[in-house]
Protein backbone atom coordinates (compact mmCIF):
# COMPACT_ATOMS: atom_id res chain seq x y z
CA UNK A 1 0.00 0.00 0.00
CA UNK A 2 0.85 3.35 -0.93
CA UNK A 3 2.31 6.31 1.16
CA UNK A 4 -0.99 7.98 -0.41
CA UNK A 5 -3.13 5.33 -0.02
CA UNK A 6 -2.27 5.16 3.96
CA UNK A 7 -3.63 8.38 4.20
CA UNK A 8 -7.16 7.96 3.25
CA UNK A 9 -7.47 4.47 5.61
CA UNK A 10 -11.35 4.97 6.28
CA UNK A 11 -11.63 5.46 10.23
CA UNK A 12 -14.25 2.19 10.62
CA UNK A 13 -12.99 0.07 7.76
CA UNK A 14 -12.50 -2.52 9.74
CA UNK A 15 -16.28 -2.83 11.26
CA UNK A 16 -16.63 -4.53 14.39
CA UNK A 17 -15.00 -8.24 15.27
CA UNK A 18 -17.60 -10.64 16.43
CA UNK A 19 -16.87 -9.99 20.12
CA UNK A 20 -17.10 -5.98 19.85
CA UNK A 21 -20.65 -6.38 17.65
CA UNK A 22 -22.23 -8.97 20.62
CA UNK A 23 -20.69 -6.61 23.22
CA UNK A 24 -22.56 -3.80 21.49
CA UNK A 25 -25.78 -5.49 20.72
CA UNK A 26 -25.96 -6.48 24.47
CA UNK A 27 -26.19 -2.74 25.44
CA UNK A 28 -29.55 -2.13 23.14
CA UNK A 29 -32.62 -1.94 25.83
CA UNK A 30 -35.08 -3.61 23.34
CA UNK A 31 -37.42 -0.97 23.50
CA UNK A 32 -41.16 -1.17 24.12
CA UNK A 33 -41.49 1.70 21.82
CA UNK A 34 -37.94 0.88 19.26
CA UNK A 35 -37.93 4.66 17.89
CA UNK A 36 -34.78 3.37 16.19
CA UNK A 37 -37.28 1.52 13.76
CA UNK A 38 -39.52 4.34 13.72
CA UNK A 39 -36.49 6.49 12.66
CA UNK A 40 -35.71 3.63 9.34
CA UNK A 41 -37.46 4.65 6.22
CA UNK A 42 -37.88 1.00 5.60
CA UNK A 43 -38.57 0.04 9.11
CA UNK A 44 -36.12 -2.57 9.43
CA UNK A 45 -36.85 -4.80 12.61
CA UNK A 46 -33.77 -3.49 14.48
CA UNK A 47 -34.20 -4.87 18.37
CA UNK A 48 -35.38 -7.92 17.29
CA UNK A 49 -31.91 -8.10 14.48
CA UNK A 50 -29.52 -6.64 17.35
CA UNK A 51 -31.11 -9.00 20.06
CA UNK A 52 -30.53 -11.98 17.73
CA UNK A 53 -27.15 -10.75 17.42
CA UNK A 54 -26.54 -10.91 21.11
CA UNK A 55 -27.69 -14.46 21.56
CA UNK A 56 -24.95 -15.14 18.85
CA UNK A 57 -27.71 -16.23 16.56
CA UNK A 58 -26.38 -14.22 13.36
CA UNK A 59 -28.49 -16.77 11.47
CA UNK A 60 -31.81 -15.58 12.80
CA UNK A 61 -30.29 -11.99 13.10
CA UNK A 62 -29.74 -12.60 8.88
CA UNK A 63 -32.96 -13.90 8.66
CA UNK A 64 -34.79 -10.82 10.34
CA UNK A 65 -32.92 -8.04 7.94
CA UNK A 66 -33.64 -9.70 4.93
CA UNK A 67 -37.44 -9.54 5.75
CA UNK A 68 -37.06 -5.46 5.33
CA UNK A 69 -33.51 -5.13 3.05
CA UNK A 70 -32.18 -6.54 -0.18
CA UNK A 71 -29.50 -4.31 0.70
CA UNK A 72 -28.25 -4.36 4.25
CA UNK A 73 -24.63 -4.51 3.76
CA UNK A 74 -24.87 -1.73 1.50
CA UNK A 75 -27.34 0.45 3.82
CA UNK A 76 -24.54 -0.47 6.97
CA UNK A 77 -22.49 1.21 4.95
CA UNK A 78 -23.93 4.56 3.23
CA UNK A 79 -26.86 5.23 5.09
CA UNK A 80 -27.21 8.08 6.99
CA UNK A 81 -27.70 6.39 10.59
CA UNK A 82 -27.14 9.49 12.39
CA UNK A 83 -30.33 11.35 11.10
CA UNK A 84 -32.75 8.06 11.68
CA UNK A 85 -31.88 4.98 12.72
CA UNK A 86 -28.87 5.94 15.41
CA UNK A 87 -30.31 9.37 15.95
CA UNK A 88 -33.80 8.14 17.21
CA UNK A 89 -32.42 5.69 19.37
CA UNK A 90 -33.25 6.33 23.27
CA UNK A 91 -29.55 6.16 24.76
CA UNK A 92 -28.21 8.56 21.78
CA UNK A 93 -29.98 11.77 24.15
CA UNK A 94 -27.20 10.62 26.65
CA UNK A 95 -24.86 10.08 23.71
CA UNK A 96 -24.55 6.70 23.83
CA UNK A 97 -26.56 5.41 20.95
CA UNK A 98 -26.15 2.29 19.68
CA UNK A 99 -23.97 1.71 16.64
CA UNK A 100 -26.76 0.29 14.67
CA UNK A 101 -25.70 0.69 11.34
CA UNK A 102 -22.21 -1.01 11.92
CA UNK A 103 -24.17 -4.22 13.68
CA UNK A 104 -26.03 -4.23 10.42
CA UNK A 105 -23.03 -4.14 7.95
CA UNK A 106 -21.28 -6.77 10.29
CA UNK A 107 -24.19 -9.24 9.81
CA UNK A 108 -24.33 -8.60 6.15
CA UNK A 109 -20.86 -9.04 5.65
CA UNK A 110 -21.02 -12.38 7.98
CA UNK A 111 -23.78 -13.68 6.35
CA UNK A 112 -22.33 -12.60 2.41
CA UNK A 113 -19.14 -14.96 3.58
CA UNK A 114 -20.67 -17.35 4.92
CA UNK A 115 -24.24 -17.81 3.92
CA UNK A 116 -25.78 -17.74 7.39
CA UNK A 117 -29.45 -17.60 5.96
CA UNK A 118 -31.70 -17.41 3.29
CA UNK A 119 -34.61 -15.30 2.63
CA UNK A 120 -38.02 -16.64 2.17
CA UNK A 121 -39.46 -17.11 -0.99
CA UNK A 122 -42.72 -17.69 -2.15
CA UNK A 123 -44.10 -20.67 -4.56
CA UNK A 124 -43.45 -19.62 -8.28
CA UNK A 125 -46.29 -17.32 -9.60
CA UNK A 126 -47.03 -16.52 -12.96
CA UNK A 127 -45.65 -13.13 -13.66
CA UNK A 128 -42.75 -11.69 -15.92
CA UNK A 129 -41.71 -7.95 -14.58
CA UNK A 130 -39.02 -5.88 -16.37
CA UNK A 131 -36.89 -3.80 -14.28
CA UNK A 132 -35.13 -0.84 -15.96
CA UNK A 133 -32.26 0.36 -13.98
CA UNK A 134 -30.13 -1.69 -11.30
CA UNK A 135 -29.48 0.54 -8.47
CA UNK A 136 -30.97 0.88 -4.85
CA UNK A 137 -34.64 1.31 -6.35
CA UNK A 138 -34.39 -1.26 -9.26
CA UNK A 139 -32.41 -4.31 -6.81
CA UNK A 140 -35.14 -3.53 -4.21
CA UNK A 141 -38.01 -4.16 -6.06
CA UNK A 142 -36.26 -7.02 -8.12
CA UNK A 143 -35.68 -8.92 -5.41
CA UNK A 144 -38.86 -8.21 -3.35
CA UNK A 145 -40.67 -9.75 -6.56
CA UNK A 146 -38.27 -12.47 -6.86
CA UNK A 147 -39.46 -13.21 -3.13
CA UNK A 148 -42.81 -12.92 -3.59
CA UNK A 149 -42.12 -15.40 -6.58
CA UNK A 150 -42.10 -13.82 -9.82
CA UNK A 151 -39.85 -13.84 -12.95
CA UNK A 152 -37.78 -11.00 -12.76
CA UNK A 153 -36.12 -9.49 -15.48
CA UNK A 154 -33.45 -6.60 -14.47
CA UNK A 155 -31.89 -4.12 -17.53
CA UNK A 156 -28.60 -2.06 -17.22
CA UNK A 157 -26.50 0.05 -19.32
CA UNK A 158 -23.53 -0.87 -17.70
CA UNK A 159 -21.31 -3.60 -17.50
CA UNK A 160 -21.85 -4.31 -13.70
CA UNK A 161 -24.99 -4.53 -12.05
CA UNK A 162 -24.88 -1.65 -9.11
CA UNK A 163 -26.09 1.56 -10.45
CA UNK A 164 -24.98 4.94 -8.49
CA UNK A 165 -23.76 2.19 -5.71
CA UNK A 166 -21.19 0.64 -8.22
CA UNK A 167 -20.53 4.02 -9.98
CA UNK A 168 -21.60 7.09 -8.05
CA UNK A 169 -20.35 6.24 -4.97
CA UNK A 170 -16.83 5.73 -4.43
CA UNK A 171 -14.63 3.19 -3.32
CA UNK A 172 -13.53 4.33 0.28
CA UNK A 173 -17.17 4.58 1.39
CA UNK A 174 -18.36 1.78 -0.42
CA UNK A 175 -16.42 -0.71 -1.35
CA UNK A 176 -17.20 -3.08 -5.19
CA UNK A 177 -16.96 -6.11 -3.76
CA UNK A 178 -20.00 -5.46 -1.55
CA UNK A 179 -22.11 -3.75 -3.82
CA UNK A 180 -21.70 -7.28 -6.22
CA UNK A 181 -21.97 -9.38 -3.52
CA UNK A 182 -25.25 -7.90 -2.81
CA UNK A 183 -26.55 -8.30 -6.54
CA UNK A 184 -24.71 -11.90 -6.20
CA UNK A 185 -27.68 -12.98 -3.64
CA UNK A 186 -30.27 -10.97 -5.56
CA UNK A 187 -29.50 -12.88 -8.51
CA UNK A 188 -29.57 -16.34 -6.38
CA UNK A 189 -32.96 -15.34 -5.81
CA UNK A 190 -33.83 -15.74 -9.32
CA UNK A 191 -33.54 -12.39 -10.66
CA UNK A 192 -32.18 -12.80 -14.10
CA UNK A 193 -29.59 -9.59 -15.40
CA UNK A 194 -28.82 -8.19 -18.77
CA UNK A 195 -26.11 -5.38 -18.84
CA UNK A 196 -24.33 -3.15 -21.78
CA UNK A 197 -28.21 -2.80 -22.58
CA UNK A 198 -29.56 0.68 -22.88
CA UNK A 199 -33.18 1.03 -22.65
CA UNK A 200 -34.71 3.62 -24.68
CA UNK A 201 -32.06 2.76 -26.96
CA UNK A 202 -30.99 -0.88 -27.60
CA UNK A 203 -34.37 -1.89 -26.28
CA UNK A 204 -37.76 0.00 -25.80
CA UNK A 205 -40.40 -0.08 -23.15
CA UNK A 206 -42.83 -1.19 -26.35
CA UNK A 207 -40.17 -4.17 -27.61
CA UNK A 208 -40.18 -4.93 -23.67
CA UNK A 209 -43.92 -5.90 -23.54
CA UNK A 210 -43.55 -7.45 -27.13
CA UNK A 211 -41.35 -9.67 -25.45
CA UNK A 212 -43.91 -10.73 -23.23
CA UNK A 213 -43.21 -8.80 -19.33
CA UNK A 214 -46.42 -8.30 -18.00
CA UNK A 215 -45.38 -5.42 -16.35
CA UNK A 216 -41.81 -3.07 -16.53
CA UNK A 217 -40.38 -0.88 -13.91
CA UNK A 218 -38.08 2.48 -14.36
CA UNK A 219 -36.21 2.94 -11.38
CA UNK A 220 -33.14 4.90 -13.52
CA UNK A 221 -33.00 7.28 -10.86
CA UNK A 222 -31.28 10.74 -12.11
CA UNK A 223 -28.89 10.63 -14.51
CA UNK A 224 -28.43 13.78 -16.04
CA UNK A 225 -26.16 16.85 -13.46
CA UNK A 226 -27.44 20.34 -13.14
CA UNK A 227 -25.32 22.69 -14.37
CA UNK A 228 -24.55 26.65 -12.91
CA UNK A 229 -26.48 29.56 -14.73
CA UNK A 230 -22.63 31.45 -14.19
CA UNK A 231 -20.00 31.96 -17.30
CA UNK A 232 -17.44 29.60 -18.09
CA UNK A 233 -19.03 26.86 -17.06
CA UNK A 234 -18.57 25.16 -20.35
CA UNK A 235 -14.52 25.51 -20.28
CA UNK A 236 -12.21 22.28 -21.02
CA UNK A 237 -11.91 21.90 -16.73
CA UNK A 238 -15.38 21.86 -15.83
CA UNK A 239 -16.40 18.64 -14.52
CA UNK A 240 -19.49 17.27 -13.60
CA UNK A 241 -19.04 15.50 -10.36
CA UNK A 242 -21.51 12.12 -11.50
CA UNK A 243 -19.01 11.94 -14.14
CA UNK A 244 -15.87 12.39 -12.51
CA UNK A 245 -17.09 9.56 -10.00
CA UNK A 246 -18.19 7.20 -13.02
CA UNK A 247 -15.02 7.46 -14.72
CA UNK A 248 -13.06 6.76 -11.72
CA UNK A 249 -14.62 3.75 -11.23
CA UNK A 250 -14.32 2.53 -14.67
CA UNK A 251 -10.59 3.05 -14.90
CA UNK A 252 -9.98 1.05 -11.70
CA UNK A 253 -12.08 -2.01 -13.11
CA UNK A 254 -10.12 -1.55 -16.37
CA UNK A 255 -12.99 -0.59 -18.53
CA UNK A 256 -11.12 2.39 -19.76
CA UNK A 257 -7.86 3.62 -19.56
CA UNK A 258 -7.14 5.71 -16.23
CA UNK A 259 -5.75 8.82 -18.48
CA UNK A 260 -9.26 9.60 -19.35
CA UNK A 261 -10.11 10.61 -15.38
CA UNK A 262 -10.14 14.34 -15.69
CA UNK A 263 -8.41 15.11 -12.27
CA UNK A 264 -4.60 15.12 -12.97
CA UNK A 265 -1.78 14.53 -9.80
CA UNK A 266 -0.55 18.21 -8.69
CA UNK A 267 -3.67 20.06 -9.27
CA UNK A 268 -5.44 22.44 -7.45
CA UNK A 269 -9.40 21.46 -7.55
CA UNK A 270 -12.80 23.50 -6.73
CA UNK A 271 -16.03 22.09 -5.98
CA UNK A 272 -18.80 23.58 -5.79
CA UNK A 273 -21.75 22.00 -4.00
CA UNK A 274 -22.58 20.65 -0.58
CA UNK A 275 -23.88 17.65 -0.05
CA UNK A 276 -22.31 13.58 -0.07
CA UNK A 277 -21.45 13.86 -3.48
CA UNK A 278 -19.68 17.04 -3.25
CA UNK A 279 -17.79 15.07 -0.23
CA UNK A 280 -17.02 12.28 -1.96
CA UNK A 281 -16.18 14.31 -5.10
CA UNK A 282 -13.27 15.82 -2.91
CA UNK A 283 -12.32 13.33 -1.02
CA UNK A 284 -11.51 11.00 -4.63
CA UNK A 285 -10.07 14.24 -6.40
CA UNK A 286 -7.09 14.12 -3.62
CA UNK A 287 -7.45 10.59 -4.17
CA UNK A 288 -6.48 11.19 -7.69
CA UNK A 289 -3.71 13.15 -6.37
CA UNK A 290 -5.20 16.67 -6.72
CA UNK A 291 -2.43 19.32 -4.88
CA UNK A 292 -5.47 21.23 -2.91
CA UNK A 293 -8.79 20.60 -2.78
CA UNK A 294 -11.36 23.15 -1.46
CA UNK A 295 -15.38 22.44 -1.16
CA UNK A 296 -17.31 26.00 -1.88
CA UNK A 297 -20.55 26.28 -0.78
CA UNK A 298 -23.34 28.91 -0.42
CA UNK A 299 -24.87 28.08 2.54
CA UNK A 300 -22.88 27.95 6.22
CA UNK A 301 -21.30 24.81 6.94
CA UNK A 302 -24.15 23.94 9.71
CA UNK A 303 -26.31 23.95 7.18
CA UNK A 304 -24.56 22.07 4.16
CA UNK A 305 -27.00 19.19 3.31
CA UNK A 306 -23.98 16.47 3.46
CA UNK A 307 -23.97 14.64 6.78
CA UNK A 308 -21.49 16.34 9.27
CA UNK A 309 -19.19 13.10 9.38
CA UNK A 310 -18.70 13.18 5.89
CA UNK A 311 -17.85 16.74 5.83
CA UNK A 312 -15.45 16.26 9.52
CA UNK A 313 -14.44 13.00 7.20
CA UNK A 314 -13.01 15.50 4.02
CA UNK A 315 -11.69 18.32 6.76
CA UNK A 316 -9.47 15.32 8.09
CA UNK A 317 -8.10 14.19 4.95
CA UNK A 318 -6.45 17.85 3.91
CA UNK A 319 -9.78 19.07 2.27
CA UNK A 320 -10.80 22.85 2.90
CA UNK A 321 -14.22 24.14 3.26
CA UNK A 322 -15.66 27.46 1.77
CA UNK A 323 -19.18 28.10 2.81
CA UNK A 324 -20.59 31.52 2.40
CA UNK A 325 -18.97 31.48 -1.26
CA UNK A 326 -21.90 32.26 -4.23
CA UNK A 327 -20.14 31.35 -7.56
CA UNK A 328 -20.28 33.97 -10.24
CA UNK A 329 -18.09 33.57 -12.71
CA UNK A 330 -15.36 30.34 -13.29
CA UNK A 331 -12.56 32.34 -15.10
CA UNK A 332 -9.73 30.83 -17.95
CA UNK A 333 -7.26 31.93 -19.80
CA UNK A 334 -6.05 29.75 -23.30
CA UNK A 335 -9.46 28.17 -23.31
CA UNK A 336 -8.53 26.47 -19.51
CA UNK A 337 -9.51 26.69 -16.14
CA UNK A 338 -7.96 29.71 -14.03
CA UNK A 339 -10.17 29.67 -11.17
CA UNK A 340 -13.73 30.84 -9.48
CA UNK A 341 -14.78 34.49 -8.50
CA UNK A 342 -17.47 34.09 -5.79
CA UNK A 343 -19.58 36.59 -4.44
CA UNK A 344 -19.14 36.78 -0.80
CA UNK A 345 -21.84 35.87 1.66
CA UNK A 346 -23.41 36.64 5.11
CA UNK A 347 -25.60 35.40 7.47
CA UNK A 348 -28.24 38.53 8.74
CA UNK A 349 -29.19 37.69 11.90
CA UNK A 350 -32.29 39.92 11.51
CA UNK A 351 -34.05 38.65 8.06
CA UNK A 352 -32.72 34.98 9.84
CA UNK A 353 -31.04 33.87 6.04
CA UNK A 354 -28.21 33.94 3.91
CA UNK A 355 -27.39 37.34 1.62
CA UNK A 356 -24.81 38.16 -0.56
CA UNK A 357 -22.33 41.26 -0.61
CA UNK A 358 -21.10 43.53 -2.91
CA UNK A 359 -17.11 41.53 -1.61
CA UNK A 360 -16.17 39.11 -4.63
CA UNK A 361 -13.54 36.69 -3.90
CA UNK A 362 -11.50 34.89 -6.35
CA UNK A 363 -9.85 31.23 -6.27
CA UNK A 364 -7.29 29.60 -8.22
CA UNK A 365 -8.05 26.05 -9.36
CA UNK A 366 -7.09 24.18 -12.82
CA UNK A 367 -9.74 22.32 -12.52
CA UNK A 368 -13.61 22.94 -11.33
CA UNK A 369 -16.54 20.00 -10.40
CA UNK A 370 -20.22 20.55 -10.77
CA UNK A 371 -21.55 18.87 -7.86
CA UNK A 372 -25.13 20.67 -6.77
CA UNK A 373 -27.26 17.87 -7.84
CA UNK A 374 -28.97 15.81 -10.64
CA UNK A 375 -31.72 15.44 -12.52
CA UNK A 376 -34.00 12.46 -14.46
CA UNK A 377 -32.75 11.57 -18.21
CA UNK A 378 -35.80 11.46 -20.78
CA UNK A 379 -34.54 8.71 -23.07
CA UNK A 380 -37.22 5.94 -22.15
CA UNK A 381 -40.01 8.36 -21.39
CA UNK A 382 -38.85 10.13 -25.11
CA UNK A 383 -38.87 6.55 -26.92
CA UNK A 384 -42.58 5.53 -26.01
CA UNK A 385 -46.00 6.79 -25.31
CA UNK A 386 -48.11 7.72 -22.41
CA UNK A 387 -45.72 8.10 -19.38
CA UNK A 388 -46.11 11.60 -18.00
CA UNK A 389 -43.65 13.73 -16.71
CA UNK A 390 -43.87 16.90 -14.23
CA UNK A 391 -42.28 19.99 -15.41
CA UNK A 392 -38.60 19.06 -13.89
CA UNK A 393 -38.53 15.51 -15.82
CA UNK A 394 -40.19 13.45 -12.56
CA UNK A 395 -42.45 10.50 -13.49
CA UNK A 396 -45.62 11.03 -12.76
CA UNK A 397 -46.93 8.13 -11.09
CA UNK A 398 -50.69 6.69 -9.24
CA UNK A 399 -51.30 5.75 -5.71
CA UNK A 400 -53.40 2.97 -7.02
CA UNK A 401 -51.73 0.77 -7.93
CA UNK A 402 -48.97 2.41 -6.04
CA UNK A 403 -46.15 3.84 -8.23
CA UNK A 404 -47.91 3.32 -12.00
CA UNK A 405 -47.44 5.31 -14.38
CA UNK A 406 -50.09 7.15 -16.65
CA UNK A 407 -49.24 4.09 -19.12
CA UNK A 408 -50.53 0.69 -17.44
CA UNK A 409 -48.86 -1.66 -16.66
CA UNK A 410 -45.69 0.64 -16.61
CA UNK A 411 -44.23 0.81 -13.31
CA UNK A 412 -41.56 3.88 -11.71
CA UNK A 413 -40.32 5.16 -7.99
CA UNK A 414 -37.22 6.18 -6.14
CA UNK A 415 -35.06 9.08 -7.54
CA UNK A 416 -36.42 9.02 -10.99
CA UNK A 417 -39.86 9.90 -9.70
CA UNK A 418 -39.05 11.71 -5.96
CA UNK A 419 -35.81 13.98 -6.52
CA UNK A 420 -32.74 12.52 -5.29
CA UNK A 421 -32.25 11.31 -1.92
CA UNK A 422 -30.33 8.48 -0.06
CA UNK A 423 -30.41 5.02 -0.73
CA UNK A 424 -33.14 3.69 1.79
CA UNK A 425 -35.45 6.32 1.09
CA UNK A 426 -35.11 5.20 -2.69
CA UNK A 427 -35.58 1.57 -0.93
CA UNK A 428 -38.77 2.51 0.68
CA UNK A 429 -40.29 3.94 -2.19
CA UNK A 430 -39.84 0.86 -4.22
CA UNK A 431 -40.86 -1.64 -1.82
CA UNK A 432 -44.41 0.13 -2.37
CA UNK A 433 -43.67 -0.27 -5.79
CA UNK A 434 -43.20 -3.92 -5.66
CA UNK A 435 -45.89 -4.30 -4.13
CA UNK A 436 -48.10 -2.20 -6.63
CA UNK A 437 -46.57 -4.27 -9.16
CA UNK A 438 -47.62 -7.66 -7.52
CA UNK A 439 -51.02 -6.50 -7.30
CA UNK A 440 -51.47 -5.48 -11.06
CA UNK A 441 -49.75 -8.29 -12.16
CA UNK A 442 -52.23 -10.61 -9.87
CA UNK A 443 -55.20 -8.96 -11.02
CA UNK A 444 -53.77 -9.28 -14.90
CA UNK A 445 -53.77 -12.87 -14.95
CA UNK A 446 -57.21 -13.07 -13.39
CA UNK A 447 -58.48 -11.10 -16.10
CA UNK A 448 -56.81 -12.75 -18.92
CA UNK A 449 -57.97 -16.43 -17.14
CA UNK A 450 -61.60 -15.37 -17.37
CA UNK A 451 -60.55 -14.21 -20.95
CA UNK A 452 -60.24 -10.18 -20.54
CA UNK A 453 -57.60 -7.64 -20.96
CA UNK A 454 -57.05 -5.09 -19.09
CA UNK A 455 -56.86 -1.46 -21.30
CA UNK A 456 -53.66 -0.98 -22.58
Given at each position: MSNAEERYIEYDANGFTLREAIVEAKRCLNCKKPMCRTGCPISNNIPEFIHALAQGDLGQASVIIAERSNLPAVCGRVCPHERQCEGSCILGRKGQGIRIGK??????DMDGELELGSPKV?????????VIGSGPAGLTVAGDLAKMGFKVTVFDSHPEAGGVLMYGIPEFRLPKQVVRREVKKIKKLGVDFRLNIMAGVDITVDDMFAQGFDAIFIGTGNALSKSLPIEGV??????????FLQVVELASCGEIDEREIPIKAGEDVLVIGGGNT???????????????VTIV???REEDMAALKSEIEAAKNEGITV?????PVEITGENNKVTGLTCCVRKYDDEADKVVDTEEQLHLTANKVIIAIGQKPASRIVDSTTGIDVDKNGYVITRE??????????VFSGGDVVNGPATVVVAMKDAQKVARGIAQYVEAKKLMEECGMNMAD
Open positions: LERFIAAKAQPGNIANLPGVVQATYAMDAARTAMRQGARSNRRRPLLGKPYGMTMRHG
